[in-house]
Structures are given as C-alpha cells and as structure tokens.
C-alpha cells in the first residue's frame, strides 16, 4: 500500500476533518505538524499555491483543501462511505457542505472577533443560519447522514467542539438548546462517536489558542479579520 | 420512464453557464427557463429555498443547487460520454482543487470590477486577478484545454468568468493579451467548439450586450 502523509496543523478543524475521515476508513497515515509560523519546505513544496494546511500526500502526490481531500478520501478508500450512494442524495450532501462553507464564513468571520454589543448581533445572524441548517439538512435524523456519521458531519464537525471554545472566547452563545435543540443534540451525539471522541484536541489548549487569536484579532481591528490562518477551506 | 430535466436559467450568469455547457457537451436534451431575477418564479423559490438563485437543475423533479454539485451530478448520471472528470482520483481532485480556486478567487474579481472599483482599489483587483490567471495559465500549460484534449470541469468553471473579462479587454480596461497571454486563445478555442458556442453568449455579445445596458442607463 502506497504511504499516506497527513500535513497538520494542532488546532485546526479542517485538519481533524481529514483525520476522521481517514480514521473511519481504518486508512494508516503519518502526521506531521507544521508550525505555520515557519512552514516546512515539505509544505510549500506540496501546497505552492495556497501554502496551507491541511494537505494529504499519497504515493507523493499531494491534495489540498479539505472538502477536495475528504472526496479524494472518499473515492480512493470506499470502505465505510461518508457520502451516499443515491447520486440525487450526494448532490444534496454537497449542497449542505457548500452552504456551510459560503453561507457560515462571512457570519462566522463577524462573530469571532466581535467586541460589545456586536457580539449579540452576530450571534443572532449565525444562529438565523444555523436554524436552516437545522431544519433543512439536519431534521429529525440524529446525524446529518441519518443514524451513522457521514461526510456533512465531519465537516460541520467544527461546531461540535471547536466552536465551544470560540463561543467561550467570545464571550456569548450560539448553539441555545432553547434556540436550536436538534443542533444542540446533534453537537452532543457526534463528540460522543467513538472515532471523533479519540480524535479531538485536548480542549484546555484549544480554548487558550482562541482566547490569544482572537485578542489578536480585536486589537488589529481594522481591516475584514479572518478567524484562522491555518486554512480557508 | 424519460428522463425530464430543466434548467432554472438566467442567460448571462456565469454559473448557468456552466451547465448549459455541460448538459450540451452530454448531448441531453432539456427544458430551459429563463428566470427574471427580480421577479422569480415560484418553481425558483420551491426548487432553491435556501438561496433562491440560478442554476438550478431538475431532474425528473428532483433540483440539484450549485453549479459545481450539479456538475458533478450530470457527470455521474450521465457518464456515457464527454466526461467533466478525470477518471483517476488524484486527477480529480486536482480538477477539484482548480475549480474551487476559480469559485473562490476569481469569482470575487469579477464581482468588484463590476461593482464598479476605482482607482487604486481597481489596481489592486487587477493585480490580484492576474497573478491568478497566471496561475491558472501555468495548470493550462500547453494543452488545448485544462481537461486536456476536450473540455473539462476547470474549463467549464473558468470560461464564463473568462468570457466576462474579455468583455473589459475590449473596454480597454486591461489587455488580457498582454497580461495572460495563453487565455485569450484559450477561450477562442473553447468558443470553436459547438456545445460552446452554441450554449453561451461570445465575448462580443457579452459585450453588445453591456454597451446597450450603458445606453439606455443614458437615455
């Protein structure tokens, strides 16, 4: 079997999108830490363009972006599939990831280093979204892929831990069990996946990075922030 | 049971464009509706809650939203010819990867030229956009198209964008000639090909098109 590499980055959800899936799939891989503050030449050799992580290298040949390795993942390795089989159910599924990609950043980008009473503001906008979300893909189903995990669970997977933090830093909730229950449920069931539960970051570390990222970026306030610098899909 | 598939259509964006591109390279025959974006029709809204926009595709009733997804789609349904996708995985999500650079990047360029950026700020999006062309030209190489020999998802998420630029080319907004030498010829070649030109406005009716928009704005 040809070497799987995994270019990570410790607090960064997209990268841990990657480690689920190719956990799920019982896929062997090495990962290697980046420290984004001096990127490998590994890293800038096998992601020129954007220089970010997460990047996946199989038999040498790196994939970059997490939703374009999550399909990669997905095709290469078809054991335990994430997406489903019906081609009008799949289009769906990546409807729903695309929407968080588009619809959430901008809402979450506001969110994350709102001061005062934006922050109340913000949080009304993303949960507004969120309760699409909620209504539309997630339903009355335990997971967004039905009873088990799938592909649109591992990349929402971000509010079910990460977010926990960000809504501490920030000082204001979002995900209400008065406001969203089924969201709420859902966050609650998928940390408690044996897969997702052995793969998360120790959450004290987690918390003290968004606390000092987003001191960073309240105090350079002057231009649009970006919540991360780790990856942008 | 035929099959029944429409397109939730507006002729000039760049996002139906796509698929009208892709369902005439598949040689399916479909039902097109041109949608007034002020005035949306009510199978618009039921097809496409979320964002109430164009593309849609509906096939046998069922909508699939965003270009890209249906694109995928039309290429797994309809696999018998002109594949969108490279067969092997690696190639695909590389196909994947410059499609998602070309949703991400170039998109928001073409947004602010026409939004209408001046000055400095016009500077700066020109720079931008051709440091990306130029990316995307060094993908290209020295194949007919990105797909290789036929048309593929890069070129078909590309070609709109592109088209729309070689409409400020002719303004004298810029000289994409001059700054990505490989596009112009690039979407000249793509244009030859019937399910091209035949699916989506030319860079001179784009063009016709604005110029007539700016008159009557006058008027």
């Known amino acids: 079997m040809e070497e799987v590499k995994l270019l990570g980055f410790w607090p960064s959800p997209f990268v841990y999108r990657v480690i689920w899936a190719l956990k799920l799939k019982d896929v062997q891989f090495d990962y290697i830490e980046e420290d984004l503050s001096n990127k490998s030449e590994l890293l800038l050799r096998y992601n020129p363009v954007l220089k970010k992580v997460p990047v996946l290298i199989h038999g040498g040949k790196a994939i970059a972006e997490s939703l374009v390795i999550l399909e990669y993942i997905e095709e290469t390795w078809p054991q335990n599939p994430l997406l489903p089989k019906d081609p009008h159910e799949k289009a769906l599924a990546r409807f729903w990831i695309q929407f968080g990609l588009e619809k959430m950043r901008p809402i979450h980008q506001a969110y994350f280093p709102a001061i005062g009473e934006e922050r109340e503001k913000a949080a009304k906008q993303y949960q507004e979204v969120l309760k699409i979300v909620e209504d539309q893909c997630l339903g009355d189903q335990r997971f967004f892929g039905g009873e088990t995990i799938g592909m649109v669970d591992i990349v929402y997977g971000m509010l079910a831990y990460w977010f926990e933090c960000m809504e501490e830093a920030v000082g204001v909730k979002v995900i209400e069990p008065s406001i969203l229950p089924r969201l709420h449920a859902w966050v609650n069931n998928f940390k408690q996946v044996s897969v997702i539960k052995d793969n998360l970051p120790h959450h004290g570390k987690l918390l003290a990075y968004y606390k000092t990222l987003r001191e960073k970026l309240v105090s350079a306030r002057s231009t649009l922030p970006t919540p991360s610098n780790h990856d942008a899909s | ?219």
């Open chain 2, 1 to 219: 049971m035929a099959d029944e598939v429409v397109l939730l259509d507006y002729w000039i964006s760049p996002y139906a464009m796509r698929l009208r591109i892709a369902l005439a390279l598949k040689g399916i025959e479909y039902e097109r509706k041109e949608e007034e974006l002020n005035n949306k029709s009510p199978l618009l809204l039921q097809s496409n809650p979320v964002h109430k926009k164009v593309p849609v595709l509906i096939h046998n009733g069922k909508p699939i939203c965003e270009s890209v997804v249906a694109l995928q789609y039309i290429d797994e349904v309809w696999n018998d010819k002109a594949p969108l996708f490279p067969s092997d995985p690696y190639l695909r999500s590389q196909a994947k990867f410059w499609a998602d650079y070309v949703d991400k990047k170039i998109s928001s360029f073409a947004r602010k030229l026409w939004s209408g950026a001046k000055g400095e700020e016009m500077e700066v999006v020109k720079k931008d956009l051709f440091d990306c062309l130029r990316l995307l030209e060094g993908e290209l190489g020295d194949k007919p198209f990105f797909g290789g020999e036929t048309l593929g998802l890069v070129d078909l998420a590309l070609l709109p964008f592109a088209s729309w630029f070689s409409v400020h080319d002719k303004f004298g907004t810029f000289s994409l000639e001059a700054e990505c030498p490989k596009i112009p010829p690039w979407v000249k070649r793509c244009f030859q090909m019937e399910s091209v030109s035949e699916s989506v406005p030319s860079p001179d009716q784009l063009y016709d098109y604005v110029v007539k928009m700016r008159n009557s704005r006058q008027e």
